[in-house]
């Protein structure tokens, strides 16, 4: 079992930069997919990011592809989301999450992941 929390949300204008940490405590955290997703008011969670254990796939949505960076450091258990040029539309609650079951073709999707975190507010103002 692993429980996640999320930091480094916040406010910011559009065309700034943030890094969004998940620290992950358990055991075994280099074993887990990790994965970065987010919910708008209204709207339903969606896909941002995913990272295979190594670090050596990374799957992103379209929308953030180019402008966000996931990464992870096994050694201090914690998971990144580099967000640049952010956009009003990026304004969502962003959550982490683990997996050990998914595969390279269920990265994206969110009921394969197990654990989730509490999520952190992420505001882009235009």
């Known amino acids: 079992q692993v429980q996640l929390v999320e930091s480094g949300g916040g406010l910011v204008q559009a065309g700034g930069s943030l890094r969004l940490s998940c620290a992950a405590s358990?055991?075994?955290?280099?074993?887990?997919?990790m994965g970065w997703f987010r919910q708008a008011p209204g709207k339903e969670r969606e896909f941002v990011a995913a990272?295979?254990?190594?670090?050596?796939?990374?799957p992103y949505a379209n929308s953030v592809k180019g402008r966000f960076t996931i990464s992870r450091d096994n050694a201090k258990n914690t998971m990144y989301l580099q967000m640049n040029s952010l956009k009003p539309e990026d304004t969502a609650v962003y959550y982490c999450?683990?997996?050990?079951?998914?595969?390279?073709?269920?990265?994206?999707?969110?009921?394969?992941?197990?654990?989730w975190g509490q999520g952190t507010q992420v505001t882009v103002s235009s």
């Open positions: 999450a683990a997996s050990t079951r998914t595969t390279a073709q269920t990265m994206g999707v969110s009921i394969a992941y197990d654990y």
């Open positions: 358990g055991r075994s955290f280099s074993s887990y997919v």
């Open positions: 990272i295979n254990w190594s670090g050596g796939y990374t």
